[in-house]
């Protein structure tokens, strides 16, 4: 059976295109099945504890390689990731390659990343498994959109753009605009409520704008292609 061509694949995608959002977001809710997010969530907790690295807000795993500006030295993906990474890379959103990254964050309730942007080390390309809880992932205006003395006085609440409600099982999809130039990030807080905000509503089940969401453990797989990658060196002894 022939492969599907990369018109086949965006015709695909183009019903889960948030139009109410910048280009260019999908979302595909249950995306993998609740079997496939039990696996998973065992599968992350069963890693050895050196994978994970504590951070202030969060902990974290690497699996692929450490993304560095002179090239990730790249490691195969463990067994356990790869039918996920695989049925995302077949969407063809990385174009004509494979994601070779992923980055596991684990957030407890009550716990959050600041705003950013991923920046040149990836393709312009981010995708993300929501398993566990839910969460809300928050897109601001970058700072250049500001006067010098507005940005010493407006938070991050004033340059709110919109927000995203990921449920369990979902896979969202960033690119272009969206990636460029919109920071994102999730807010430090034990609960969400659904405001006209969340651009998403209409696509997310048995929700509706009033309602609040308590948080719970969330754990996000976020599935990336690094461009430049390097071999290990291979170090011989004496």
Sequence with gaps: MASDTEDDRLKKLAQYVIEKGPERIYYIPDF????????????????????????????????????????????????????????????????????????VNEYLSGQGIMPHLDGPLFYPTITTVNLGSHGVLNFYRPMEETSQENALTEDWAQRLEFSLLLEPRSLLILQETCYHHFLHGIEERSSDIITDKIFNVDQCQGVKFNDELSRETRISLTIRHVPKTTKPILRLGR
């Design 32 to 103: 993998i099945t609740k079997g496939e997010e039990e696996y998973l969530k065992d599968s992350v907790y069963k890693a050895p504890k050196p994978r994970w690295t504590q951070l202030q807000n969060r902990r974290l795993q690497n699996w692929g390689g450490v993304p560095h500006v002179k090239g990730m030295i790249a490691e195969a993906l463990p067994t356990w990731l790869q039918s996920t990474v695989a049925k995302i890379s077949d969407l063809g959103v990385f174009g004509d390659k494979k994601a070779n990254h992923v980055l």
